[in-house]
């Protein structure tokens, strides 16, 4: 085969074959296929586009392509969930520690933030003595044990998809459902779970800016884990502002804390919930959503969600004691935003949010970046309140108080009001399944 000639296939429009995609992917990752070649077919896929079977054997060529996880023990059934990205996204903080907590393994390897959305690794980070790198052995015997880890990605996982995804950031191809879809799912699969549960969100705050977007990328992803044998639900929800109050690291912790004790906000539990839910589904604890959702909020009522959280933390070398009292790192300068006028509030647009948190010390502009883990913005008030003149809407925390300045500048039009109230909109969109899409 030549790597030209498969360019030009699908330049032309035409379906690569199964053994056509693994030569290229094998050729990339060894580095006979140079990045200028792998550029051109990228730009062919961006306007061509790929078949539900070419993105499928992409996905599964990538997930080959290095380390591999075995989740194999017996009478057990392991479910993913994975975030499409999102401003105050701390789901799995929230929902690895209920699901555990009602006999599903959870076994999830994460990553680090970067721009205006967080890392679930970065947060866990933020507990004092956490280690979020472990061996696989080590990984797995903790799964195995207490139900739960969550360690940050293997060098190794998915070699493929760092060097495609770096290439696509840099010619202009991100935007493409089919290398979207296989870069997320490939992953997934390398991961291990035989069960994938999808948070795709869409927003301002989100990579997908509409509900269309959204549901044609999860209609892929779903297509594409049924296809290689992998049960697969995607939950579409709204990022048009930040999920839960608190953006940063120790905030974010501090707010799955009050959700594993059932005083989350409202829209964080819901997501929770929903996304728990399907993933006890798909690991054979409940038989409908409904069902799960009530084992679920047992396990919180019950204290048992906040135990195993505990239970996770000390495994990991975290300092629960400092977590059970909320004794996180907080960062020392604090400025807030108060309302210009009455009114309600309609949207306090998330991506800003998220861009803002990042500037303040919580996020990374590039991958070299240090993070402040005590920096961060917390949400007074949400879409639907009402406020008045001169009330607090966002509190700032930052350790550089010259970075509080030039926020608090770039806040002040973040907030829309409105005199009329908000009508509701729900914070889940839609859920898909196999049985749905076909």
Same mark, same amino acid.
């Given at each position: 085969?030549?790597?030209?000639?498969?360019?030009?296939?699908?330049?032309?429009?035409?379906?690569?074959?199964?053994?056509?995609?693994?030569?290229?992917?094998?050729?990339?990752?060894?580095?006979?296929?140079?990045?200028?070649?792998?550029?051109?077919?990228?730009?062919?896929?961006?306007?061509?586009?790929?078949?539900?079977?070419?993105?499928?054997?992409?996905?599964?060529?990538? #997930?080959?392509? @290095?380390?591999?996880? $075995?989740?194999?023990?017996?009478? %057990? &059934?392991? *479910?993913?969930?994975?975030? =499409?990205? /999102?401003?105050?996204?701390?789901?799995?903080?929230?929902?690895?520690?209920?699901?555990?907590?009602?006999?599903?393994?959870?076994?999830?390897?994460?990553?680090?933030?970067?721009?205006?959305?967080?890392?679930?690794?970065?947060?866990?980070?933020?507990?004092?003595?956490?280690?979020?790198?472990?061996?696989?052995?080590?990984?797995?015997?903790?799964?195995?044990?207490?139900?739960?880890?969550?360690?940050?990605?293997?060098?190794?996982?998915?070699?493929?998809?760092?060097?495609?995804?770096?290439?696509?950031?840099?010619?202009?191809?991100?935007?493409?459902?089919?290398?979207?879809?296989?870069?997320?799912?490939?992953?997934?699969?390398?991961?291990?779970?035989?069960?994938?549960?999808?948070?795709?969100?869409?927003?301002?705050? #989100?990579?997908? @800016?509409?509900?269309? $977007?959204?549901?044609?990328?999860? %209609? &892929?992803? *779903?297509?594409?884990?049924? =296809?290689? /044998?992998?049960?697969?639900?995607?939950?579409?929800?709204?990022?048009?502002?930040?999920?839960?109050?608190?953006?940063?690291?120790?905030?974010?912790?501090?707010?799955?804390?009050?959700?594993?004790?059932?005083?989350?906000?409202?829209?964080?539990?819901?997501?929770?919930?929903?996304?728990?839910?399907?993933?006890?589904?798909?690991?054979?604890?409940?038989?409908?959503?409904?069902?799960?959702?009530?084992?679920?909020?047992?396990?919180?009522?019950?204290?048992?969600?906040?135990?195993?959280?505990?239970?996770?933390?000390?495994?990991?070398?975290?300092?629960?004691?400092?977590?059970?009292?909320?004794?996180?790192?907080?960062?020392?300068?604090?400025?807030?935003?108060?309302?210009?006028?009455?009114?309600?509030?309609?949207?306090?647009?998330?991506?800003?949010?998220?861009?803002?948190?990042?500037?303040?010390?919580?996020?990374?502009?590039?991958?070299?970046?240090?993070?402040?883990?005590?920096?961060?913005?917390?949400?007074?008030?949400?879409?639907?309140?009402?406020?008045?003149?001169?009330?607090?809407?966002?509190?700032?925390?930052?350790?550089?108080?010259?970075?509080?300045?030039?926020?608090?500048?770039?806040?002040?039009?973040?907030?829309?009001?409105?005199?009329?109230?908000?009508?509701?909109?729900?914070?889940?969109?839609?859920?898909?399944?196999?049985?749905?899409?076909?």
């Amino acid at each position: 085969m030549r790597m030209v000639e498969l360019i030009q296939k699908k330049r032309d429009g035409q379906a690569l074959s199964p053994e056509e995609i693994r030569f290229i992917i094998r050729g990339y990752v060894e580095e006979s296929i140079p990045d200028y070649q792998m550029s051109a077919l990228t730009m062919a896929i961006f306007y061509k586009g790929m078949t539900p079977e070419e993105t499928a054997e992409l996905t599964m060529a990538m #997930a080959q392509s @290095g380390d591999q996880v $075995e989740l194999s023990f017996p009478g %057990k &059934t392991f *479910v993913d969930k994975h975030s =499409s990205g /999102g401003v105050g996204d701390k789901t799995t903080l929230i929902i690895g520690p209920m699901v555990a907590a009602c006999g599903v393994p959870v076994a999830k390897m994460s990553g680090r933030g970067l721009g205006h959305t967080g890392g679930t690794i970065d947060k866990l980070s933020a507990i004092p003595g956490f280690k979020v790198e472990m061996e696989q052995a080590a990984f797995l015997e903790q799964v195995n044990r207490i139900g739960i880890s969550v360690i940050s990605q293997t060098g190794n996982l998915v070699p493929a998809d760092k060097k495609l995804y770096a290439l696509r950031d840099v010619t202009a191809t991100v935007d493409s459902i089919p290398l979207i879809a296989s870069s997320i799912m490939s992953k997934k699969i390398a991961s291990g779970a035989k069960g994938i549960v999808l948070d795709v969100k869409f927003g301002s705050g #989100a990579f997908m @800016g509409s509900l269309e $977007e959204a549901e044609i990328l999860a %209609k &892929t992803m *779903v297509n594409i884990g049924h =296809s290689l /044998g992998r049960e697969t639900v995607a939950v579409l929800s709204n990022m048009d502002e930040p999920l839960g109050r608190a953006v940063g690291n120790s905030i974010e912790v501090l707010e799955a804390v009050d959700a594993l004790q059932g005083k989350g906000p409202k829209d964080l539990m819901e997501v929770s919930f929903e996304l728990a839910s399907w993933m006890l589904v798909l690991g054979k604890k409940a038989k409908t959503r409904d069902e799960a959702r009530k084992i679920l909020e047992e396990a919180v009522e019950q204290g048992r969600a906040m135990e195993k959280f505990l239970e996770f933390v000390a495994a990991q070398g975290g300092d629960t004691e400092a977590v059970s009292r909320k004794k996180l790192q907080i960062a020392p300068y604090k400025a807030e935003i108060q309302a210009e006028k009455d009114g309600y509030i309609h949207r306090i647009d998330a991506r800003t949010i998220g861009v803002c948190a990042m500037n303040l010390g919580a996020g990374r502009e590039t991958k070299e970046s240090a993070i402040d883990l005590g920096a961060g913005i917390y949400l007074q008030k949400k879409s639907g309140d009402y406020v008045r003149k001169g009330e607090t809407v966002l509190e700032l925390y930052t350790s550089d108080l010259k970075k509080a300045g030039l926020v608090a500048e770039s806040l002040k039009d973040v907030v829309f009001l409105k005199d009329a109230p908000l009508l509701n909109k729900p914070i889940v969109a839609k859920v898909l399944d196999q049985c749905c899409i076909n």
